[in-house]
Nanobody
């Protein structure tokens, strides 16, 4: 089992940047693929990005490609989401999640463990 704690959210103006962090504790961090999801008020939770166990493979939803970067540091048991050129439509609670599975991880059911979320608000 792994426990996940997100940090780094906040209020930022459109065009600005934030870096989210997700610290993991418990079982070996490098045995999990990791993902970031977000949920805006009144909307379903949606996939943002994921990263393989080694960090060598990443995937992004189309709307964040070229603006967001997912990375991980297995020595620090942490996964990051660098968010640049933020837009008001990026406003949401952002969650990190850990997956023991293989294959596509662009859907919530692929993840067994979730953090509590961190709020990101982008003002226009």
């Amino acid at each position: 089992q792994v426990q996940l704690v997100e940090s780094g959210g906040g209020l930022v103006q459109a065009g600005g940047s934030l870096r989210l962090s997700c610290a993991a504790s418990g079982r070996s961090f490098s045995s999990y693929a990791m993902g970031w999801f977000r949920q805006a008020p009144g909307k379903e939770r949606e996939f943002v990005a994921d990263i393989s166990r080694s960090g060598g493979i990443t995937n992004y939803r189309d709307s964040v490609k070229g603006r967001f970067t997912i990375s991980r540091d297995n020595a620090k048991n942490t996964v990051y989401l660098q968010m640049n050129s933020l837009k008001p439509e990026d406003t949401a609670v952002y969650y990190c999640a850990a997956s023991t599975g293989y294959g596509s991880r662009s859907y919530a059911a692929a993840y067994a463990y979730w953090g509590q979320g961190t709020q990101v608000t982008v003002s226009s």
